[in-house]
């Protein structure tokens, strides 16, 4: 495993964008020194992800990674990624933390669901501020599908 270099907290916008967490900006990464790296994205109850390939990160500015134009540009393709309307996106509903779209996910979106969980939940995994029947299902399929993470 790596070492982690550098950190930057910013907001998944629906175009596929991070901004930093002002919504605008760009993120900055101040701690890395000018060199390539991989890139992770982590998120409170997607599946994380992980350029397949280092990025340039040179004076202030960085090479644009696009994860969403190719199965191949996350670390262990096609479970790592899910094709939706021709865009490959992040997989929803690790609610865990494990690395897997499972159960257990199921058990706890249920059981959020149970108690009528409202506003920023991490079972909330289609971001509408209501756990319900929707999270389920999505929870479910994406289950089903056997989405994991290879982030090591």
Not at 85 to 91: A, D, E, L, R
Request: include cysteine; charge should be negative.
């Amino acid at each position: 495993a790596g070492t982690e270099v550098d950190s930057a907290i910013g907001f998944l916008m629906y175009d596929g964008t991070i901004k930093a967490s002002d919504g605008v900006s760009d993120l900055a990464f101040e701690n890395a020194a000018a060199d390539s790296y991989y890139v992770i994205i982590y998120t409170r109850n997607n599946l994380s992800v992980m350029s397949v390939r280092k990025v340039d990160f040179n004076s202030g500015t960085s090479e644009l990674y696009d994860f969403t134009d190719a199965e191949g540009r996350a670390y262990g393709g096609a479970p790592a990624m899910v094709l939706v309307s021709g865009v490959y996106c992040i997989p929803l509903a690790d609610v865990n933390q494990n690395k897997y779209v499972n159960a257990q996910d199921i058990a706890l979106v249920k059981a959020a669901a149970m108690t009528g969980a409202a506003g920023y939940e991490v079972t909330d995994v289609n971001y509408n501020t209501a756990v319900n029947a929707q999270d389920i299902a999505l929870t479910k399929v994406n289950a089903a599908a056997g989405y994991q993470s290879f982030v090591p």
